[in-house]
T-cell receptor, first 114, second 111 residues
Framework: DTGVSQDPRHKITKRGQNVTFRCDPI?????LYWYRQTLGQGPEFLTY????????KSRLLSDRFSAERPKGSFSTLEIQRTEQGDSAMYLC????????????FGEGSRLTVL | GESVGLHLPTLSVQEGDNSIINCAYS??????FIWYKQESGKGPQFIID?????DKRQGQRVTVLLNKTVKHLSLQIAATQPGDSAVYFC??????????FGTGTRLQVFP
């Protein structure tokens, strides 16, 4: 499978716990995006990386959220002190950036905070 | 239509009919538009895209129409099949490096 891979696919946690999601983009894709999607809504942009550099962060990304892409390949999204409002699907997408175009999405990591 | 929480606009069509899903975008400076299909529990899948210098683009069984005058995008699906049942999202890009997604439309295909 050469698509975008996300892990875990499902995570149930108690409020106040920390969680980390991993995204493995398509090989050679230099850009990697994180989106959040709540039930019935379209994906909302969180942040993106060009290689290992984090170039933009949404105001949605509170200080409890941190994302890294240390070697310009896989990325992690960590949520500290989770709240019930963090329950959502976290989507990762990647692309070889040549200007606006299709983003290739993974299957997402669904987070449920109890 | 406008969706609130779980109440996505829904389009119900009979198998074999043509479907038209509409989308109003927000920024007149947007230069790129894209439609994604999302099945339950899965990530969005690319359907078709169009740049602002075009007003129509056709794919296999799908056509995207762009009306910049009224900031409107539509997705036409010919001979709709049960496998087309999903939520469809339009997204736009305007002078940024990210896609901004609209509210989805649920397509239900019945026999």
């Amino acid at each position: 499978d050469t698509g975008v891979s996300q892990d875990p696919r499902h995570k149930i946690t108690k409020r106040g716990q920390n969680v980390t999601f991993r995204c493995d983009p398509i090989s050679e894709h230099n850009r990697l995006y994180w989106y959040r999607q709540t039930l019935g809504q379209g994906p909302e942009f969180l942040t993106y990386f060009q290689n290992e550099a984090q170039l933009e962060k949404s105001r949605l990304l509170s200080d409890r959220f941190s994302a890294e892409r240390p070697k310009g390949s896989f990325s992690t999204l960590e949520i500290q002190r989770t709240e019930q409002g963090d329950s959502a699907m976290y989507l990762c997408a990647s692309v070889v950036w040549e200007g606006p175009g299709e983003l290739f999405f993974g299957e997402g990591s669904r987070l449920t905070v109890l | 239509g406008e969706s609130v929480g779980l109440h996505l606009p829904t389009l119900s069509v009979q198998e074999g009919d043509n479907s038209i899903i509409n989308c109003a975008y927000s920024n007149s400076a947007s230069d790129y538009f894209i439609w994604y299909k999302q099945e339950s529990g899965k990530g969005p899948q690319f359907i078709i895209d169009i740049r602002s210098n075009m007003d129509k683009r056709q794919g296999q069984r799908v056509t995207v129409l762009l009306n910049k005058t009224v900031k409107h995008l539509s997705l036409q699906i010919a001979a709709t099949q049960p496998g087309d049942s999903a939520v469809y999202f339009c997204a736009e890009n305007y002078n940024t490096d990210k896609l901004i997604f609209g509210t989805g439309t649920r397509l239900q295909v019945f026999p």
